[in-house]
């Protein structure tokens, strides 16, 4: 019964050692005495016993590899540490076996030593603003050195920067003095353009007043203007109906009787108004002119007569 189960147990390792199950998106390296034979592919295979062997088996998937945190010195003398994420996938079975002892320890040593060098030629601020050029860095050296290797650099990711606790304290005192800058820049501007508004304002309310008592005189002047028009033109149609009244028979006398009532008007006020006593230096001259007067106005008025009855 022991002889039994002893060959049962060979027959079956047999078969283990004979047949092979290659998983989806795995490839399987095959050797016989040795020597490369052969990549499997996913499937079923059939190995010869003690004589063919699976030397290596590769995940063909794109796979994760975090790189461990590292102190790097900036070019401004920081140190920070730096720690990534590498994304990388076999495109070779046969290179990555026989090409290098170990990709993924040899990728994360080449990423390590190309992140120390890339911050080493930026400063610490840099560091944080030029991460996507620190990764294209890292992928295009880390793909050309790992063309031998059978593997494909797919991308690079910076996890953290993180600065010492001292430099992270004095970072802290610049933004807060940073920020303290700003609010007072702010507020200066803020002043700045409510003295600007002000002014603005005032200017625009000055020019505005003297365009409206620019406006004022200019109506005021063509008022006048149109008033003096006006009267002018009244003027002359009244002189031009005298002209035509003391054209007309009768119109001499008319006009002669009107100037001595004006003068008589106008003598009488001025003797109203006067705080003198005037006497005429002699009544009967006085009394001669009124006698003149009148004898005057009766030969204009005859004559007036003759004309009409002439005509």
């Known amino acids: ?10 027959t079956l390792f047999i078969l283990w050692k004979m047949f092979r199950i290659v998983p989806q998106r795995h490839a399987a390296i095959k050797e016989r005495f040795g020597k490369y034979v052969a990549t499997l592919e996913p499937g079923f295979h059939f190995l010869v016993p003690f004589i063919d062997r699976i030397a290596y088996e590769h995940e063909m998937r794109e796979q994760v590899i975090d790189v461990p945190p590292q102190q790097c010195i900036t070019k401004d003398n920081v140190q920070v540490e730096v720690d990534g994420i590498v994304y990388l996938k076999v495109m070779d079975p046969y290179k990555a076996s026989y090409g290098i002892g170990d990709y993924i320890r040899a990728t994360v040593n080449l990423a390590q030593t190309t992140i120390r060098s890339e911050i080493g030629k930026l400063t610490l601020d840099h560091t944080f603003s030029e991460r996507d050029n620190i990764n294209a860095t890292i992928v295009q050296v880390i793909d050309e050195a790992s063309e031998p290797w059978g593997i494909k650099m797919i991308r690079y990711e ?7 606790d001292h430099m992270l304290q004095t970072m802290e005192k610049q933004m807060e003095a940073e920020r303290q800058k700003r609010a007072e820049i702010t507020l ?7 003295k600007i508004n002000v002014s603005t304002g ?16 200019i109506n005021e002047a063509e008022g006048k203007a149109k008033q003096i028009e006006l009267v002018s033109e009244a003027t002359a149609e009244g002189l031009k109906m005298v002209a035509e009244a003391i054209g007309k ?10 100037i001595l009532e004006k003068y008589l008007e106008d003598f009488e006020a001025i ?3 006067s705080q003198i006593s005037v006497v005429p230096e002699s009544l ?15 030969g204009l008025a005859q004559k007036d007569q003759i004309q009409e009855e002439q005509s």
């Open 1 to 10: 019964m022991s002889i039994f189960t002893v060959l049962v147990l060979i």
């Open 158 to 164: 910076i996890r953290n920067i993180t600065p010492s």
């Open 188 to 194: 200066a501007e803020g002043e700045r353009e409510a």
């Open 202 to 217: 005032k200017r625009q309310a000055e020019i505005n007043i003297s365009e409206g008592e620019k406006q004022k005189r």
């Open 249 to 258: 028979p009768g119109g001499s006398l008319a006009v002669k009787m009107r």
């Open 271 to 273: 003797l109203g108004k």
């Open 284 to 298: 009967a001259n006085i009394q001669g002119f009124f006698q003149g007067l009148t004898a005057m106005t009766e």
